[in-house]
């Protein structure tokens, strides 16, 4: 019985875990900058396949490497995502801040693109986006670096055309001298196997179960990551800064902190957590284009029941979230009620996944009727963004 | 914020953009024609196959976007290696085949518009098609309507014998009883049921739990996930509550689902030796993208596999790497697209035409070929008898084949294990008969 209940509590804890890491970098995106990031599921999906390179690397190194690849997949993927979200945050969202409609539609579009790209992204593609921003950003760096104006106006409609020319030209004459070494994708349509390294596969036993080496390595990775998170919020200044901007930003501004590069370093970091969480979750689940779409509800439900804002609200809602999941779709709750008939027959009647899913959300909607901020509201005064 | 947009502007990027759209146009136009090329080297006439030129038209109808490409592509390359083969021999009736791309684009609605697009527009004189249970039962009313010919690939859930569709895939009968009797025979009687929450699933778990029951198992329970799922915990103690001891996992799962399914199986210490399930989703490539070091010992069932031996196989394979490149590999899915062209072939031979679809259609009764899972006939319910194989993940990613039948089992589309289609039967040959009639 007791280890009954200690199963079910890690099993609810390591559902949880995972729901938390991938909530952690949208309670960021979301929560503190209030942006409605959709692409959030393509960020976790780049870390997943960057973690994929990353093993295919140390494959060729052979086996004592091969075993550790995991914590350089870890590092790699964080960087990797940081970037596009770096990237994506100075070429999109910039200029939406404040539109949460906008963000949301454009955001969305940006998975999509993110999605099609891992399929069939190949080196013609690469070389040729590569040759076309070269040419177009450079030659607009250039443009804009020259004392001469005059004919600056027709840069855009002059460079734009003619770079992406040179890029689909550079792109085709690969593809017909190359043939298949260039024109096939990297990945392709299907999904790719991450194999865990040998440590993290089976589990620990324990009495009658077993608890799973992957599960108690996210738990770890979680509480790491929620620590540092919290280290780096509170005590450095750069946390100071994003804290200040998140409650009021023009005052901020007023007060000399930098507040384009305080969103785009924000930004940077909750798309680097999601790559994390992509890492994490390659052990567990699938790796393909779709893997985002699998997490992104869940990690939007778990931050709006925390409480948008509010770290903490997001840590509570994970676990709780987990928790009830899993006694709800276990079973577990229908035997403990088995004295009172009418309960258990309740119990049991959702106790198959779908209709967990189904309690779990019936719960929530409930909740959020008599707690519309969370669990943790926000409170004071805040700027509406 | 909003800046002004004066007319120099307007120009500039107006201009940009209408450079831009003529070169992908331009580039778009040439993808389209060298792809055609490539299926069809000689220039198509326009009045397509009706008018009785040197090309005979068909379509295959795919996705190619969208979350079955994954699946469907590589039917579709299978599809189109089997045309190829036939135009360098000399193509059907002394003409070429030319085929009809269209992408379904994972979207039922798409394919019923592209079904109708190849029938009335391109003018084919047959569409091979369709994956997903939801995307056939959608372009079905299309080819009733108009009474033309689609060739389904896919193994499914059986209960339909239409006119216009010929099924190349295994009915149930022809994959799942067979892999449940040798699960009773050889691995235990105690079953654990887990599959995916949608209709080919939920109707697959029906037969196996009216078998088991029949044939002295127990089924101690049974969980759906929903599509793309990954959360598989809950599943993962409710196993282990039914089945303390060890016991059959059945599984019927799709998609993403399979992955982290035994990925956390392997993780909660639920080994093939004590726990081997059977699997109907998974084949050669569903094992590379999950990871052959999480499902080696575990079962499947199909009619074919890339290890099954014979010639015919061999050439298929090596044909196929040939093609596709070499670290590609075969399913059952791409075996039945690729003779389900074949078999079309033999069918228009016979009939000596490929417009009169009724001519076709009767002659296509009873023509056998020597495939490379064996030697298949095509039945007048039109399914195929064909051999059932039980394989075993070895840890390359390929199966070893543990089981196979002694012959090729004949096809029973309408179920006989539930009550409102037991007696029936289905056959075409026989126009008093038709697709559904209570057998004697």
């Known amino acids: ?174 593809a017909d001298t190359y043939q298949l070494a ?35 390595f996210i738990i770890a990775l979680t509480i790491v990551c929620v620590a540092g998170l919290y280290y780096f919020l509170q005590r450095s200044p750069w946390g100071l800064r994003i804290r200040a901007v998140t409650q009021n930003r023009s005052m901020s501004s007023c007060l000399g902190i930098p507040t384009q590069k305080v969103d785009a370093l924000t930004f940077a970091l909750g798309s680097g957590l999601a790559g994390v969480a992509g890492c994490a979750i390659s052990y567990l689940g699938s790796v393909g284009p779709n893997t985002g779409q699998n997490y992104i509800v869940d ?51 959702f106790a198959t996944t779908s209709m967990a899913k189904v309690m779990v959300f019936a719960l929530i909607i409930a909740f959020l009727q008599v707690r519309p901020g969370g669990i943790f509201p926000q409170k004071g005064r805040t700027v509406d963004a | 914020m909003i800046k002004k947009f004066n007319r120099r502007k307007f120009l500039v990027y107006g201009s940009a953009t209408f450079g831009t759209s003529l070169l992908l146009k331009a580039c778009a136009n040439d993808e389209t024609t060298t792809t055609t090329s490539a299926t069809n080297a000689s220039s198509p006439t326009a009045t397509g196959a009706s008018g009785g030129g040197d090309t005979i038209r068909v379509g295959i109808l795919h996705s190619l976007s969208g979350t079955m490409a994954i699946s469907e592509q590589s039917v579709v390359d299978a599809e189109q290696l089997a045309i190829e083969e036939i135009n360098n021999a000399g193509g059907v009736l002394g003409k070429r085949i030319e085929a009809i791309v269209e992408d379904g684009a994972s979207n039922w609605d798409t394919f ?36 033309h010919m689609l060739w389904y690939p896919v193994q499914y859930e059986g209960q339909e014998c239409s006119r216009n569709i010929f ?147 061999q050439r298929f394979v090596q044909a196929f790497r040939q093609k596709y490149g070499q670290d590609r590999v075969t399913n059952d899915p791409m075996e039945a697209a690729y003779i389900a062209v074949y078999l079309w072939k033999q069918a228009v031979e016979k009939a000596g035409t490929a417009e009169d679809l009724a001519k076709v259609r009767a002659a296509a009764y009873g023509q056998t070929l020597n495939a490379p899972e064996g030697t298949v006939t095509m039945q007048p319910n039109h399914h195929i008898s064909k051999v059932v194989r039980i394989g075993q993940v070895r840890n390359d990613g390929m199966f070893e084949i ?14 006989q294990f539930v009550k409102e289609t037991k007696g029936y039967a289905c056959d075409w040959s026989d126009p008093n008969k038709g697709g559904r009639f209570k057998a004697a």
Not at chain 1, 6 to 34: Q, R, T
Not at chain 1, 184 to 203: E, H, I, M
């Open chain 2, 402 to 415: 543990v089981n196979s039948t002694d012959s090729a089992v004949e096809p029973i589309p309408w179920n």
């Open chain 1, 1 to 174: 019985m007791l280890i009954g209940l200690f199963d079910g509590l890690f099993n609810g804890i390591s559902i949880g875990a995972v729901l938390l890491i991938a909530a952690l970098g949208l309670a960021i995106v979301f929560g503190l900058m209030g942006v409605i990031n959709l692409a959030h599921g393509e960020l976790m999906m780049l870390g997943a396949y960057t973690t994929f390179v990353v093993q295919n690397a140390f494959r060729q190194f052979g086996e004592p490497f091969f075993e550790i690849y995991i914590f350089f997949a870890l590092i790699a993927a964080f960087f990797v995502t940081a970037g596009v979200g770096l990237i994506l945050e100075r070429g999109v969202i910039r200029y939406l801040y404040g539109r949460p409609l906008e963000t949301l539609l454009a955001t969305w579009g940006v998975s999509l693109i993110l999605q099609q790209f891992v399929r069939s992204v190949n080196w013609v593609l690469v070389i040729g986006l590569a040759v076309f921003c070269v040419l177009f950003f450079g030659g607009l760096w250039i443009l804009n670096h020259r004392q001469n104006r005059a004919f600056h106006k027709w840069a855009i409609a002059a460079l734009l055309p003619l770079s992406l020319g040179i890029a689909i030209a550079v792109g085709r004459f690969l």
């Open chain 2, 112 to 147: 019923r518009e592209k079904a109708t697009k190849l029938i009335d527009q391109d003018r084919v004189v047959a569409v091979f098609g369709c994956w997903t249970s939801a995307s056939r039962k959608n372009v079905l009313p299309v080819f009733e309507q108009k009474d």
């Open chain 2, 167 to 313: 099924y190349t895939g295994a009915a149930p009968n022809q994959q799942i009883e067979p892999s449940v009797d040798w699960l009773l025979q050889n691995k235990g009687t105690d079953f654990f049921l887990v599959g995916s929450d949608y209709v080919f699933p939920r109707t697959a778990n029906t037969i196996i739990k009216a078998q088991v029951a029949e044939k002295g198992g127990r089924v101690l329970g049974e969980d759906y996930l929903p599509l793309g799922n990954t959360e598989v915990t809950p599943i993962i103690t409710k196993i282990r509550q039914a089945l303390p001891n060890g016991g059959v996992i059945y599984n019927t799962l799709n998609g993403d689902s399979n992955v982290a399914f035994f990925k956390q199986l392997q993780g909660a210490g639920l080994t093939p030796d004590r726990y081997p399930s059977m699997s109907v989703s998974i084949a050669e490539e569903e094992v590379r993208a999950i990871g052959a070091d999480y499902l080696e010992g575990h079962y499947a069932a199909w009619n074919y596999f890339q290890t099954v031996e014979t010639p015919e196989n």
């Open chain 1, 299 to 349: 990690t939007f439900m778990v931050v709006v029941v925390g409480g948008v804002g509010k770290l903490v609200g997001t840590i509570v809602a994970a676990l709780a979230i987990g928790t009830v999941n899993y006694l709800v779709g276990s079973g577990t709750l229908a035997i403990l009620f088995t004295p009172i008939q009418p309960l258990a027959d309740f119990f049991t009647f």
């Open chain 1, 182 to 216: 260039v024109t096939r994708p990297w990945f392709g349509a299907q999904n790719v196997d991450v194999s865990a390294p040998t440590w993290l596969r089976g589990g620990l036993p324990l009495g009658n179960f077993q608890l799973p080496y992957a599960r108690l």
